[in-house]
T-cell receptor, first 112, second 114 residues
Framework: GENVEQHPSTLSVQEGDSAVIKCTYSDSASNYFPWYKQELGKRPQLIIDIRSNVGEKKDQRIAVTLNKTAKHFSLHITETQPEDSAVYFCAAASNTGNQFYFGTGTSLTVIP | EPEVTQTPSHQVTQMGQEVILRCVPISNHLYFYWYRQILGQKVEFLVSFYNNEISEKSEIFDDQFSVERPDGSNFTLKIRSTKLEDSAMYFC????????????FGPGTRLTVL
């Protein structure tokens, strides 16, 4: 089955700086890659996703890039704010779309 | 905006007891999922459900687990004989279509097995 690895496990940045979180996956048939933000005790919230026919997607301060050849995708947050502090999970969907594999999460702390 | 809802928010049970966790997916969604998250760990896929049958399940989803859509709105996860290691947050999720459609999570049920 699919194996998703995520790095780093923790990340601290100064407010206003950029944050980058990277994930790799193993199954070349995976074709959908969502990113979730999870605040303490809350549900995972989708923040951005990318499909395998696209190399990059941007939504205001958040962007995701996908390299299908290398089987990795990354989340980029620019101009970070304290409210960006949370745990971020990447995920990859199986080729059927019926199973999702999550990374181990990155705890992001934005220091004011 | 419609949301996935789950009840109860917190369930405490004794080891060996049966529990049923309930979810109401978004009304026009056709694909349903259960996940669990042990405290401080990643979200783990349990099972997906479409057209009144299981689509895929993980190795975690053994004979102690079952899912059901008893009516047009509810989607349930039953654990037949709970173990201490079943203690976790259980999330339900749904999406309108399969493939690459967006998945929406419920708020979760925290299960504590004593």
């Amino acid at each position: 089955g699919e194996n998703v690895e995520q790095h780093p496990s923790t990340l601290s940045v100064q407010e206003g700086d950029s944050a980058v979180i990277k994930c790799t996956y193993s199954d070349s048939a995976s074709n959908y890659f969502p990113w979730y933000k999870q605040e303490l005790g809350k549900r995972p919230q989708l923040i951005i996703d990318i499909r395998s026919n696209v190399g990059e997607k941007k939504d205001q301060r958040i962007a995701v890039t996908l390299n299908k050849t290398a089987k990795h995708f990354s989340l980029h947050i620019t101009e970070t704010q304290p409210e960006d502090s949370a745990v971020y999970f990447c995920a990859a969907a199986s080729n059927t779309g019926n199973q999702f594999y999550f990374g181990t999460g990155t705890s992001l702390t934005v220091i004011p | 905006e419609p949301e996935v809802t789950q009840t109860p928010s917190h369930q405490v049970t004794q080891m060996g007891q049966e529990v049923i966790l309930r979810c109401v997916p978004i009304s026009n969604h056709l694909y349903f999922y259960w996940y669990r998250q042990i405290l401080g760990q990643k979200v783990e896929f349990l099972v997906s459900f479409y057209n009144n049958e299981i689509s895929e399940k993980s190795e975690i989803f053994d004979d102690q687990f079952s899912v059901e859509r008893p009516d047009g709105s509810n989607f349930t996860l039953k654990i037949r004989s709970t173990k201490l290691e079943d203690s976790a947050m259980y999330f339900c999720a749904s999406r309108r279509q399969g493939g690459t459609d967006t998945q929406y999570f419920g708020p979760g049920t925290r299960l504590t097995v004593l």
